[in-house]
């Protein structure tokens, strides 16, 4: 265990950071979403309302997670990576889950409902971590990656399917598995994913949109023209707090996917540097708990795996905002309006403030 720079105490600067950035994000799915909930519910409070008891829940399951010791998910991870899977399965069986904009991605239950994605990026980051520690054998690798990416791509949610991937490839390469093979398997995951968007009409579509964002504004282009309207609002310092115009059902899924663009509308691009920083100095805090732990051991995998989750996220949805990367339907953690994304969040969190605090104890 690594125990140099014992004064950082990275997981009191994780803890800190999470409060900070939660309420940032409580905040702001009130100010993107009173327009929709107001015409949707009659109620302007209605979504941040919800988001508040998902906080709540989330805090709990924060500091219920950096207390359960590491070996309990390393002995159930297999179950949950099983569970997960029929999860994933039970959203496109009819009757069970639930359809919305052409995807099946929600499992419905009275008074609730829930993604089963998000519970499967935990299962497949702690039972990646616990395989990772005896074995690399790349034929079972691959057929274990397969499988959950699969049934994301039959959803379909291409974007989860990316994230799942960087998942398992980020771990698989710092397991210390043999690098034969891997300029192999790029290329060929390449050459599926250019296929996948070929014979997919809706995906195509947002390539083109994304390699040309003027084509059809009022079409194929609507989502990310009313986004770069929104940046071009904001300006250097914002409209203000509660003034943005783009969440007056100008831009799809405000308060959710695009919900930076209605924070950067109203900020402006100085506040938006800063609350970027913030993320910055969120992802480097991981990384530091990641060096608290021993390389190869399971502590290690299991952190660097939640590294990469939280942090490929991140960057996936600002550079889908700012048009570095096609829209991909990715939250944007802690910000985004959505209870299993913030719950899963915070009580990942947990489990990192435990390796921070202990490493590979």
């Not at 034929?139 to 291409?158: A, S, V």
């Not at 600002?318 to 829209?327: F, N, Y």
Request: glycine share 10%.
């Amino acid at each position: 265990m690594n125990m140099k720079n014992p004064v950082a105490a990275p997981q009191k600067v994780l803890l800190l950071l999470t409060l900070i950035l939660c309420a940032l994000g409580l905040l702001f799915v009130f100010e993107a979403s009173t327009a929709e909930a107001f015409a949707t519910f009659g109620n302007p409070f209605y979504f941040v309302r919800q988001q508040a008891l998902w906080l709540f829940l989330g805090v709990i399951g924060l500091t219920t997670s950096s207390f359960i010791p590491l070996s309990f998910w390393k002995k159930i991870s297999p179950v949950l990576y099983g569970v997960a899977v029929i999860l994933l399965i039970a959203t496109l069986l009819p009757g069970i889950g639930r359809e919305i904009n052409g995807a099946r991605r929600w499992l419905y239950f009275p008074g609730f409902s829930f993604q089963p994605v998000e519970v499967l990026k935990f299962a497949v980051v702690a039972f990646f971590a616990r395989w990772m520690t005896d074995h690399q054998k790349i034929g079972p690798f691959l057929f274990l990656t397969l499988i959950p990416t699969g049934l994301l791509l039959l959803q379909p949610d291409m974007g989860s399917a990316l994230i799942v991937l960087a998942i398992a490839f980020g771990m698989y390469f710092l397991a210390g598995a043999p690098l034969k093979g891997f300029a192999l398997i790029g290329g060929l995951g390449v050459t599926a994913l250019l296929i996948i968007i070929l014979i997919s009409p809706y995906r195509l579509r947002r390539l083109t949109t994304f390699l040309n964002p003027e084509s059809d504004p009022l079409g194929a282009s609507f989502h990310i023209h009313q986004i770069t309207l929104a940046l071009g609002n904001g300006g250097i310092l914002g409209e203000g707090i509660g003034k943005s115009r783009q969440k007056f059902s100008y831009i799809p899924e405000a308060s959710t996917d695009s919900i930076f663009a209605i924070v950067a509308e109203e900020v402006g691009f100085l506040g938006s540097v800063i609350l970027i920083a913030l993320f910055a100095l969120f992802i480097r805090t991981l990384f530091q708990i990641t060096t608290k732990t021993k390389s190869g051991s399971y502590a290690y995998l299991l952190s660097t795996g939640l590294l990469i989750w939280l942090s490929m996220q991140i960057i996936l949805n600002l550079s889908a905002i700012v048009a570095l990367v096609p829209l991909t339907g990715i939250p944007l953690p802690f910000f985004s309006y959505g209870g299993t994304s913030l719950m899963m969040v915070l009580f990942v969190i947990g489990i990192l403030i435990q390796i921070g605090r202990k490493g590979d104890e």
